[in-house]
């Protein structure tokens, strides 16, 4: 199983970005999957997932700007990140859980500039 992310940059308060994670090894749509995030001296934590159902959830902090999605036929789960702020600055990795095991990528920097 391996999860690639892309996608991630500098970019002024306010903009947008949408990170992509190529997935290969597992079916996303059969597998929950979600990103997480982690900044400087801060634990990593759940950004956005979704569901094998398609059921999405997301961190308060990020309601209403970001929005989690997927294509099926090219096992790519994205992460759109709209009105982005400061505190978004963080490395942000993709996540696919299959039964009891849990697969990472290796990350992807997004920095925003105020």
């Known amino acids: 199983v391996q999860l690639k992310e892309s996608g991630g940059g500098l970019v002024q308060a306010g903009g947008s970005l949408r990170l992509p994670c190529a997935v290969s090894?597992?079916?996303?749509?059969?597998?929950?999957t979600g990103w997480y995030r982690q900044a400087p001296g801060k634990q990593r934590e759940l950004v956005a997932g979704?569901?094998?159902?398609?059921?999405?959830n997301y961190a308060d902090s990020v309601k209403g700007r970001f929005i989690i999605d997927r294509d099926n036929a090219k096992h790519t789960v994205y992460l759109q990140m709209n009105s982005l702020k400061p505190e978004d600055t963080a490395v942000y990795y993709c996540?696919?859980?299959?039964?009891?095991?849990?697969?990472w990528g290796q990350g992807t920097q997004v920095t925003v500039s105020s």
């Open positions: 090894g597992i079916i996303v749509s059969m597998n929950g």
């Open positions: 979704i569901t094998r159902g398609g059921v999405t």
């Open positions: 996540n696919a859980m299959q039964q009891i095991s849990w697969y």
